[in-house]
Each structure stands twice: as C-alpha cells, then as structure tokens.
C-alpha cells in the first residue's frame, strides 16, 4: 500500500515560483514511476510532469521550460518547481503513484495564480 501526501499549494500572483512536494510512505518508492497531474474546474484531469524510477522525465507542452519535476529516493518525495507561473496554471494539483501497474492518489493541493 502506497500514500501519498500532496503539500505546498497556496496563491500566488502571476509570474511567481511554488514547489509542490509529495510524501509517500511504503517501500522501495525508487521503484515507482511519478507524477504530477492536474485539475482546472470543468476540465479534465491531465499530465503535468512525470518521471520514471530511473529519472527520465517528460512535460505537458504548456509546462515546457517552466515547471521541473525531481525525485529523492532517500526522502521517498517527489518535486514539482513551478516558475513563471501563469493564471491558466490554476488547479487542483495531484501526485500519481505507479507501482508495478497499480495506481495511487494523493488528495492533491490547491494552486492558485492570480493578481
């Protein structure tokens, strides 16, 4: 069993930085594939950022450049740096577990850009 604890959300004006974190607890999380998705209200959940067990990482377009998804093993926390942040960038920001084809959710966190 995998969980997975979502913080680091909150308001932030238009061009500013978060970093969302995710706490997992359970065992080898070194073997998990992560991720980070997100919500925006009337729309369909989405892949923000992943990375795989062994680091490689891919980005939605819209994120390019911008947000850096990173992972330490030994904290068992994986990591979603956002710059330049962006209005449409508003969501609800979930972590994704993917663990031998099982999947778990956080309970994901607010991320609000606005002036």
């Known amino acids: 069993q995998v969980q997975l604890v979502e913080s680091g959300g909150g308001l932030v004006q238009p061009g500013g930085s978060l970093r969302l974190s995710c706490a997992s607890s359970?065992?080898?999380?070194?073997?998990?594939?992560m991720g980070w998705y997100r919500q925006a209200p009337g729309k369909q959940r989405e892949l923000v950022a992943a990375i795989t067990s062994g680091g490689s990482t891919n980005y939605v377009d819209s994120v390019k450049g911008r947000f850096t998804i990173s992972r330490d093993n030994a904290k068992m926390t994986v990591y979603l740096q956002m710059n330049s942040l962006k209005p449409e960038d508003t969501a609800v920001y979930y972590c994704k577990a993917n663990r031998f084809g099982i999947v778990y959710w956080g309970q994901g966190t607010q991320v609000t850009v606005s002036s």
């Open positions: 359970g065992t080898s999380f070194g073997l998990n594939n």
